[in-house]
């Protein structure tokens, strides 16, 4: 990982080369370097951090979704890139609310980011504009509703516990 | 299928030679009648039909998830040896099995293909839901996986485990062979003694 030096100095460059407005922040938590991006220029930042000179970015290793439920813009998406030559990884990160979950998609860029962005549409439904094929991968097309959100209800049946058997009906009554 | 065994008395030469006079039609009197008794089997039609069943079931080649290494191992290893019991013969058509064992967690998107291939089997088939996803789920009680492959087909023989061993999977194939011999093991009902008192659906 980058140390918070280093991650300051790739945001830096990053606001240089980009635009200011692409950075929205940078997090260094447990030797873990998040660098949160907006939104719109997640594409270009990526772009920039796999073409530039200084940057040895090279990999993407896995575009995944998370549902930050009672904060606010509640979904993420982590972009986890890899760098064979240093032996580093750098995660970017970007927010999007529930109610307008759209984010450019980074297949022209990374190929591989193709299945995962189907992925992270099929749990959350976040839609990546540009997307070549933008269907659910894991559930039935016909499913309704993004499972791995945290407000989607749990599924299946109800199982009795001693702590929640007050709560549930039970098969004799 | 009660059979009961008479010894028989004599040597084999001997008894060579009465099967050649019986056949050629040259004894007569009490030898024939003798002859007669030992050599022929009284059954319904309807019992030798399903005793021929029971020994040449032939289950599906099919594997759901992990309970499908142990449905491996007991049907198509030595070590276990289901020919032993007469279930051994693997077919990968749904057209050419009567037994479609359900080895893994059914997932939502899983189950219309279990039902097409369910209903592709020709009849009399039966069902064995293996482990314990199959039967109720198990631990996956969410929103990918079908609470009980019995929600959409029906199932004959539920054996629990995770995964069941194969002695278990063995045993559950002999009580369906008991099932198809219209002596179903009634289980706790028969302990309890509760038969009768199932409910109708």
């Known amino acids: ?173 | 299928m009660e059979v009961t065994r008479t010894k028989v008395e004599g040597d084999l030469r001997v008894r060579q030679l009465k099967a050649q006079q019986l056949l050629r039609g040259e004894l007569e009197g009490e030898d024939l009648e003798r002859e007669v008794e030992q050599r022929l089997l009284f059954t319904r039609f309807e019992v030798a039909q399903n005793w021929a069943r029971k020994n040449a079931l032939f289950p599906l080649g099919f594997g759901l998830a992990c309970c499908a290494i142990e449905m491996i191992t007991v049907i198509g290893s030595p070590r276990n040896d289901l020919s032993r019991f007469g279930a051994e013969v693997t077919r990968f058509s749904p057209r050419q099995a009567d037994l479609l064992i359900l080895s893994g967690r059914v997932s939502i998107k899983m189950a219309p293909i279990i039902r097409r291939l369910y209903d592709q089997m020709l009849e009399p088939k039966w069902v064995i839901a293996m482990g314990a996803c199959s039967s109720t789920a198990g631990m996956f009680n969410n929103y990918a996986v079908v609470q009980g492959a019995d929600k959409f087909m029906p199932v004959d023989v539920y054996v629990p485990g995770c995964p069941p061993r194969p002695e278990a999977l063995i045993y559950g194939i002999m009580k369906l062979q008991d099932k198809i011999m219209g002596n179903p093991g009634m289980g706790w009902r028969e302990r309890y003694r509760a038969e009768g008192t199932e409910e109708i659906a």
């Open chain 1, 1 to 173: 990982m980058p140390d918070a030096t280093g991650l300051e100095l790739i945001a830096q460059r990053v606001r240089e080369k980009v635009g200011d407005e692409a950075v929205t922040g940078t997090v260094f938590h447990r030797r873990h370097a998040t660098l949160d991006v907006a939104p719109p220029s997640v594409r270009d930042v990526l772009a920039h951090l796999r073409d530039d000179e200084g940057e040895p970015w090279d990999q993407l290793m896995s575009v995944h979704g998370v549902d930050y439920l009672p904060e606010e813009p509640r979904l993420g998406i982590h972009y986890e890139l890899l760098s064979m030559e240093r032996a580093d990884r750098l995660n970017v990160r970007t927010r999007v609310s529930t109610e307008e979950p759209h984010v450019p998609t980074v297949v022209d860029l990374y190929p591989t980011a193709d299945f995962h962005e189907r992925e992270v549409f099929d749990m959350f439904g976040v839609v990546f504009d540009g997307h070549p094929d933008m269907r659910r991968i894991l559930m039935p097309e016909d499913y309704e509703g993004y499972p791995q959100r945290r407000d989607f209800p749990m599924g299946g049946e109800p199982v009795i516990y001693t702590f929640n058997e007050p709560k549930l009906p039970r098969w004799y009554d």
